[in-house]
């Protein structure tokens, strides 16, 4: 297998964009950020479409994009730049977190997001979380308080999954939405996500019961398909707001048979989501690594891109492409054949 990847690994070397070139020294054979090398490929990255199309997005005092949470919000951008290989103590980066941390800036700019502060006033992770997780990308302090208050939360989230023997028992079945009960813990992608990228928390007796949390949120939500929606108090306005739900359908292990029906589904962007929540599973919550050989083994034998309908491609390369141009005829399978790499280097 080892020797497969490596045969990949050839093909985007020769092939693939600055990003992608950078992003395989750098993740997968360890080349040192620090040498000439890299140093001269990290220049020629900063200098691709895309990443240019996101600095080009940054006010004068630091914020980028419009809003706190969205397509065309700092965190999408942030997000879409280390994505990209930007370094996050570049200094435009460092200048956009100057922002999001200054309230006299922030508040010149949307730095929340609809139901965000009734998702807050429930300790279930709104605007403070959106910030949390960006904080947690570029792998600050985590004694700064809106980061040490939502890791907090984030744990108390997960752990609480063991308490619960159905999902009737944190959330409720309404006229038209399921929605959690009030004050009920259960955790979502932000509570996951943040976990995963932080540090501090770990300890083993922490570890062994995230882990066990996990498995039985699994057990709990691998075949629930109901959206559960989060209800607003009176005093923010009602209604319902979506939180960030964990995308539990993603720990399943997934046969041949199982690609083909994503592959294939009628929401062309089915396939781009799904590879994106695999590709993003914490060590701490895998549950089987059969996805991650089967996808490896399509790659082995060149199968996988030529599987994927026209439509599923292009809603991919709007999900993960990291290729500037998609008219370059590698381009395409560069883009897939490196995100499935990614998904499964550290695995198989």
Request: proline share 4%.
């Amino acid at each position: 297998m080892t020797k497969t990847l490596n045969n990949q690994i050839d093909f985007l070397l020769e092939n693939a964009c600055p990003v992608i070139r950078y992003l395989i020294h750098r993740d997968f054979l360890k080349t040192p950020e620090s040498s000439s090398f890299m140093q001269g490929m990290y220049e020629e990255l900063l200098q691709q479409k895309n990443v240019q199309d996101h600095f080009d997005a940054q006010h004068p005092d630091g914020w980028i994009g419009y809003e706190l949470h969205g397509n065309d919000s700092i965190e999408a951008h942030i997000n879409s730049l280390l994505n990209l290989g930007v370094r996050p103590d570049d200094e435009r980066i460092q200048k956009a977190i100057h922002a999001l941390m200054t309230p006299d800036i922030s508040s010149q700019h949307k730095n929340t997001f609809k139901g965000g502060e009734a998702l807050d006033a429930e300790d279930r992770g709104g605007n403070k979380a959106i910030i949390a997780n960006i904080l947690s990308w570029v792998k600050y302090s985590e004694d700064e308080p809106v980061l040490a208050e939502q890791i907090k939360f984030a744990y108390e989230h997960l752990s609480a999954v063991l308490q619960y023997n159905s999902v009737d028992d944190f959330s409720v079945r309404g006229k038209s939405e399921r929605y959690y009960k009030p004050k009920a813990r259960f955790p979502g992608s932000n509570h996951i996500g943040l976990l995963n990228s932080t540090q501090g928390w770990r300890s083993n007796e922490k570890m062994n019961i995230v882990k066990a949390a996990v498995k039985h949120g699994y057990e709990l939500m691998k075949d629930f398909d109901e959206y559960i929606t989060f209800k607003k108090p009176k005093e923010y306005g009602g209604g319902f707001v979506g939180p960030f739900n964990f995308n539990w359908q993603s720990l399943k292990p997934i046969d041949e048979t199982g690609l083909h029906r994503i592959l294939n589904s009628p929401y062309r962007f089915q396939f781009g989501f799904w590879l994106r929540s695999v590709s993003e599973v914490p060590d701490f919550a895998r549950q089987s690594t059969k996805t991650y050989e089967l996808l490896a083994n399509l790659i082995d034998e060149d199968k996988l891109f030529e599987m994927i309908p026209h439509g599923a491609l292009d809603a991919f390369k709007s999900i993960s492409g990291r290729e500037p141009n998609w008219r370059k005829k590698s381009a395409a399978k560069c883009d897939v054949t490196f995100a499935v790499l990614r998904a499964c280097w550290n695995v198989v």
